[in-house]
């Protein structure tokens, strides 16, 4: 049970992050069948303000004392530094050790991975920081593609909104469905949210390193909806197989199949966000011809499938 839940903050810390924490833990909620949950806002010097990235202030309350005898302990993001305060990375060790669950959502995985709490665990933290992280701590197991990583007493997420999943996940573990429920109805978010964060994660054009195949990446580009044989594609380029293979992996870090594959799952991406299209239709247009294979391919690169890539991003209502 949640009985206790401290709020650690640091300097440079995102306000939107630590404010899902408070709406989630922090809010009286008992008059909807909430458990009561004594709050604790604490920094290293209490009734010290601490900087913001959004030019505001916020001032916590209670010291690192505070810690103590909370059975959570909740890490929101912050800018990321090389050093962290040694008296900060102790205090979260500590709780630790007496049996407090740790929670961090977004960059605030990297205080409980300097404090080497995440040594041998799993977790997760926002996909642009992935390469970051993981060269920052190795000995974690990070997968970049989830919304959050529930590994017992430590509860990583990704970022932002997700951390949002992660508070109400642990709500759920604790509390039961529906005062979790209860929570996200007057929060008005989803109790519980499906796929992972890739399909939030940019797919970039792999960057060409010489212009030689840039007209025809342009070309294949407008005739994504057409089959494109290697040896086609070697034709219009006006080389051999063989260096035409070669210079595409070279110019474009990538295969002509994976190339292709990729640009029209951006395609579809683009169509389910922006037209009314049936699925059938958008195989057609980006080149997958059906629908079996859109799925198939847009699953594996976005991690969901294109209905529910739609219900989350579409500009426009789709058709029924």
């Known amino acids: 049970m949640l009985n206790t839940v401290a709020c650690l903050l640091i300097d440079e810390l995102e306000p ?17 069948g909430v458990p009561p949950i004594e709050f604790r806002v604490c920094g290293e010097e209490p009734g010290v303000p601490l900087r913001t990235n959004v030019g505001v202030a916020l001032t916590p309350v209670l010291g690192l004392d505070a810690l103590v005898g909370a059975d959570l302990v909740a890490v929101p993001a912050f800018t990321t530094r090389d050093e962290y305060p040694p008296a900060v990375l102790q205090a979260l060790r500590d709780a630790a050790a007496a049996g407090a669950t740790l929670l961090s959502v977004c960059t605030g995985g990297y205080l409980l991975g300097a404090a080497g ?26 997968d970049p593609d989830v919304l ?30 529906a005062v979790a429920t209860a929570i996200a109805r007057r929060m008005v978010v989803a109790p519980q949210r499906d796929g992972g ?95 079996a294979l859109l799925r198939h391919h847009f699953n594996r690169t976005v991690g969901v499938t294109p209905n529910d ?11 029924v």
């Open 148 to 177: 959050f990583v529930d590994d017992g007493n430590i509860i990583t997420s990704a970022g932002g909104a997700s951390g949002i999943d992660a508070c109400l996940h642990l709500v759920r573990r604790e509390h039961g469905s």
């Open 309 to 319: 890539y739609r219900r989350t991003f579409a500009h426009r209502p789709a058709a």
């Open 117 to 142: 709490l995440l040594d041998g665990r799993n977790c997760t933290t926002h996909w642009r920081e992935r390469r970051t992280f993981a060269d920052r701590f190795p000995l974690a197991r990070l």
């Open 197 to 291: 964060q890739r399909q939030y994660v940019d797919i970039p054009l792999p960057d060409c390193q010489a212009d030689s195949l840039t007209p025809l990446l342009t070309w294949m580009l407008k005739h994504l909806d057409t089959e494109h044989a290697v040896a086609d594609l070697a034709r219009r380029a006006q080389l051999s197989e063989r260096t035409f293979a070669r210079r595409f992996v070279a110019e474009t870090g990538t295969t002509p199949h994976r190339w292709l594959t990729t640009q029209r799952v951006l395609r579809a991406r683009q169509l389910l966000e922006d037209t009314a299209f049936s699925i059938d239709e958008i195989a057609q247009h980006s080149g997958f011809g059906t629908a």
């Open 16 to 32: 939107f992050e630590f404010g899902l924490i408070c709406e989630v833990f922090g809010v009286d909620r008992t008059t909807d």
